[in-house]
């Protein structure tokens, strides 16, 4: 829990900046357009990321990296000298100003407190958090000499004892000379891709995207591990790492499954549900739209960064399998305000283009009394595949963005193959799925 933390700042950061637009044109002195290198500083700790300006038909978009995955404002302007990127799907605040060619300002966070995966421990208080931000123009560094950078490219292992019940999260490295991006992968997701390089004897990288700011330092021992220093506020997190090989022989315990962490009190029991949607219509599992077909059942909340990740690849996933006889219900547990106002859900909806169903179950600490089919039900996102039958054939526990690497290839493929399976078998078929991380579960 410590690590997502940190690296997902209470797993809740949202980015906006607010500012006005003049009804005057741009000067050429107020152009902003092209690459930024950015810092957000939180205490004493100063993150970097990349932040692009572009003005294409008169409309200012921000974009903010993600590794291979980007965020985009949903609205954004420049004038008076000011800028503001607004992420709404995200829901904060930030502002800056233009000062001799640099951006100087401000991150206000509004977030809910850290969601614990106790029953009832939850609190609902959301508060804002103020962080300093700045931007100069981006210049390119001077190459670094490769020769004597060492090789840390791959998968590693970091033993450690969470909340969740895992025993170890992965590490996971792409590595191309000197340059890296990394991403830390536990069985509820990863911290999004954080990049950088080789500096004075560590990779550093970092990473924000609208969410979960990060900074990381990677330096290798000479027993062959690796030293993972998190940087965050309110304090510094250190951990080891080593290639899984070598954790295994000397008997350290391996990451959680992703298909096996969250079950079923009963497979032979219909899944069951009853929720308004966003427009306030109520719908259930009995609702002609769902009866008969293969449901997948999302847990969610998109004050949850994974859960943003999903989502978007749940969209595609639709558009794909929907005419085939598959329907997607989103059960979307907010805060209490969220719940009212719904801004951050609509601007979600609207921002991933989200085609399937989205209800409104409840807020976080409710999740369990909502659900309570479901074993060991605390990550957020997690998946149900549901037969035609009704009842849970399969669940997965989290979501592995493409920073994950071969662990969101193997996700796609679990999740297609699983449907297809679904779609073609009868009601009632055991279904073997997929193997993940070496290993063929068997499911009703």
């Given at each position: 829990?410590?690590?997502?933390?940190?690296?997902?700042?209470?797993?809740?950061?949202?980015?906006?900046?607010?500012?006005?637009?003049?009804?005057?044109?741009?000067?050429?002195?107020?152009?902003?357009?092209?690459?930024?290198?950015?810092?957000?500083?939180?205490?004493?700790?100063?993150?970097?990321?990349?932040?692009?300006?572009?003005?294409?038909?008169?409309?200012?978009?921000?974009?903010?990296?993600?590794?291979?995955?980007?965020?985009?404002?949903?609205?954004?302007?420049?004038?008076?000298?000011?800028?503001?990127?607004?992420?709404?799907?995200?829901?904060?605040?930030?502002?800056?100003?233009?000062?001799?060619?640099?951006?100087?300002?401000?991150?206000?966070?509004?977030?809910?407190?850290?969601?614990?995966?106790?029953?009832?421990?939850?609190?609902?208080?959301?508060?804002?958090?103020?962080?300093?931000?700045?931007?100069?123009?981006?210049?390119?560094?001077?190459?670094?000499?490769?020769?004597?950078?060492?090789?840390?490219?791959?998968?590693?292992?970091?033993?450690?004892?969470?909340?969740?019940?895992?025993?170890?999260?992965?590490?996971?490295?792409?590595?191309?000379?000197?340059?890296?991006?990394?991403?830390?992968?536990?069985?509820?997701?990863?911290?999004?891709?954080?990049?950088?390089?080789?500096?004075?004897?560590?990779?550093?990288?970092?990473?924000?995207?609208?969410?979960?700011?990060?900074?990381?330092?990677?330096?290798?021992?000479?027993?062959?591990?690796?030293?993972?220093?998190?940087?965050?506020?309110?304090?510094?997190?250190?951990?080891?790492?080593?290639?899984?090989?070598?954790?295994?022989?000397?008997?350290?315990?391996?990451?959680?499954?992703?298909?096996?962490?969250?079950?079923?009190?009963?497979?032979?029991?219909?899944?069951?549900?009853?929720?308004?949607?966003?427009?306030?219509?109520?719908?259930?599992?009995?609702?002609?739209?769902?009866?008969?077909?293969?449901?997948?059942?999302?847990?969610?909340?998109?004050?949850?960064?994974?859960?943003?990740?999903?989502?978007?690849?749940?969209?595609?996933?639709?558009?794909?399998?929907?005419?085939?006889?598959?329907?997607?219900?989103?059960?979307?547990?907010?805060?209490?305000?969220?719940?009212?106002?719904?801004?951050?859900?609509?601007?979600?909806?609207?921002?991933?283009?989200?085609?399937?169903?989205?209800?409104?179950?409840?807020?976080?600490?409710?999740?369990?009394?909502?659900?309570?089919?479901?074993?060991?039900?605390?990550?957020?996102?997690?998946?149900?595949?549901?037969?035609?039958?009704?009842?849970?054939?399969?669940?997965?526990?989290?979501?592995?963005?493409?920073?994950?690497?071969?662990?969101?290839?193997?996700?796609?493929?679990?999740?297609?193959?699983?449907?297809?399976?679904l779609l073609a078998s009868s009601d009632g078929q055991r279904t073997a799925l997929p193997a993940v991380a070496g290993e063929v579960v068997a499911r009703r």
């Amino acid at each position: 829990m410590k690590l997502k933390k940190l690296l997902h700042s209470s797993g809740n950061a949202l980015l906006l900046a607010t500012v006005s637009l003049g009804s005057v044109a741009l000067s050429q002195a107020q152009n902003l357009d092209g690459r930024w290198a950015a810092t957000l500083t939180q205490g004493s700790i100063v993150i970097p990321f990349r932040l692009d300006i572009a003005t294409k038909n008169g409309r200012v978009v921000g974009t903010l990296h993600n590794g291979e995955d980007v965020e985009t404002t949903t609205s954004a302007s420049v004038g008076n000298g000011a800028v503001s990127l607004a992420f709404e799907h995200y829901l904060t605040t930030i502002s800056a100003n233009v000062k001799d060619g640099e951006l100087d300002g401000k991150v206000t966070v509004t977030s809910r407190s850290p969601i614990n995966i106790t029953p009832g421990a939850y609190q609902a208080t959301a508060s804002d958090r103020v962080s300093a931000f700045h931007a100069k123009r981006y210049v390119a560094a001077a190459p670094i000499n490769a020769a004597n950078v060492p090789n840390i490219d791959g998968q590693w292992e970091i033993p450690h004892e969470s909340p969740k019940g895992e025993k170890a999260w992965r590490l996971i490295v792409k590595q191309k000379g000197a340059e890296i991006e990394t991403t830390v992968l536990r069985v509820d997701g990863d911290t999004g891709a954080l990049t950088g390089s080789w500096q004075d004897g560590s990779f550093v990288a970092s990473h924000f995207d609208g969410s979960r700011p990060g900074l990381v330092h990677l330096t290798p021992q000479a027993d062959g591990s690796l030293l993972v220093k998190l940087k965050a506020e309110p304090r510094d997190e250190t951990f080891a790492a080593w290639r899984p090989a070598v954790a295994r022989a000397k008997g350290l315990p391996e990451p959680a499954n992703y298909l096996t962490h969250t079950s079923v009190r009963n497979p032979d029991e219909v899944f069951t549900w009853r929720f308004r949607d966003v427009n306030g219509k109520v719908l259930s599992n009995e609702d002609p739209k769902f009866k008969g077909k293969v449901v997948l059942a999302i847990v969610t909340g998109t004050w949850c960064p994974n859960c943003h990740d999903e989502a978007q690849y749940l969209a595609k996933l639709y558009e794909e399998y929907h005419k085939k006889g598959v329907e997607i219900v989103a059960l979307d547990f907010e805060e209490a305000d969220q719940l009212d106002s719904r801004t951050r859900v609509n601007a979600f909806i609207k921002q991933y283009k989200i085609p399937y169903t989205y209800v409104l179950a409840g807020t976080p600490d409710e999740m369990w009394d909502k659900v309570p089919q479901v074993v060991n039900l605390n990550t957020w996102p997690a998946t149900l595949f549901i037969g035609k039958d009704g009842r849970v054939k399969a669940t997965y526990s989290g979501f592995a963005s493409a920073a994950a690497g071969v662990y969101n290839d193997d996700l796609k493929k679990t999740f297609t193959s699983t449907i297809n399976r679904l779609l073609a078998s009868s009601d009632g078929q055991r279904t073997a799925l997929p193997a993940v991380a070496g290993e063929v579960v068997a499911r009703r």
